[in-house]
């Protein structure tokens, strides 16, 4: 009787080391504004629904500790928000210019900086990979309805989030069009700022009808970049963007 407890036990530390070793900590950026930490519940859904661990990376200024924390994560995702000050890849601001967020600014090139120091795989959304791309030396179009001269395509959908409403064309060797499956997707879209020359070490991995980069991968650095919003989709139950967060690339353990 001792026994077959003894062995019971051993099987259940061994199933929950198996669903341990499949849940990964992916940690989200604060969308830190006015003092508060927030974090839009759709990113934190959408890690939940394929198993993973979602946990928030507060705002801070200490890079010491800020490094701590990113050290610990397993990947790190970038999530939308205002537009970045053009400072930042040295222009002036265009009249069109959304709101800009300094702090926050500062917050995301230190986790860019921080998760390229540990290693860790970091996935830009919408703002966020526009702020990688500005991290690594690129530009952007501050407002590109005022900027861009092609106009087929309407960047700032009104309906909502789970509603794709722009074709993205996919390149085959790309993130996008591996857990897809397919050469063209349906996307949301909440922009009116975009990838304007993409930093060197990065390419393209899929753009509009109109030519506007949606997506960037790079083979230097662990990092990839969406314009659009797969955890919009993810609400929707798009498979497709579903399978974007199951198999995002994760940090190997040593
Ligand atoms: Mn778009």
Aim: aromatic letters at 8%; hydrophobic letters at 40%.
């Amino acid at each position: 009787m001792k026994k077959r407890m003894l062995l019971l036990s051993f099987m259940f530390v061994g199933l929950m080391n198996i669903y341990a070793q499949e849940s990964h900590l992916i940690g989200i950026a604060d969308t830190y504004n006015n003092g508060q930490t927030t974090v839009p519940r759709a990113y934190i859904d959408a890690i939940l629904k394929v198993g993973n661990i979602p946990i928030v990376i507060p705002f801070m200024q200490d890079e010491k500790r800020l490094e701590e924390i990113i050290g610990r994560l397993d990947a790190v995702i970038l999530p939308g928000g205002e537009d970045i000050a053009p400072a930042r890849y040295h222009e002036m601001p265009s009249p069109k210019l959304g709101k800009v967020n300094l702090p926050r600014d500062s917050f995301d090139m230190a986790v860019i900086k921080l998760a390229m120091k540990e290693h860790i795989p970091l996935l830009g959304i919408c703002r966020g990979m526009q702020a990688i791309n500005v991290y690594f030396g690129g530009t952007l179009y501050q407002d590109l309805p005022s900027e861009y001269q092609i106009k087929k395509v309407a960047h700032r959908q009104s309906v909502p989030k789970a509603i794709p409403t722009h074709v993205v064309y996919v390149e085959p060797h790309s993130y996008l069009a591996r857990v897809s499956g397919q050469d063209s997707l349906q996307v949301n879209s909440f922009h009116h700022q975009a990838v304007k020359d993409l930093a060197a070490g990065f390419r393209v991995t899929a753009r509009g009808s109109d030519g506007v980069i949606e997506a960037f991968e790079s083979d230097k650095y662990p990092v990839m970049g969406v314009q659009f919003h797969p955890e919009g989709l993810v609400i929707g139950n798009d498979s497709a963007m579903i399978e974007f967060f199951r198999s995002m690339p994760v940090k190997r353990k040593k």
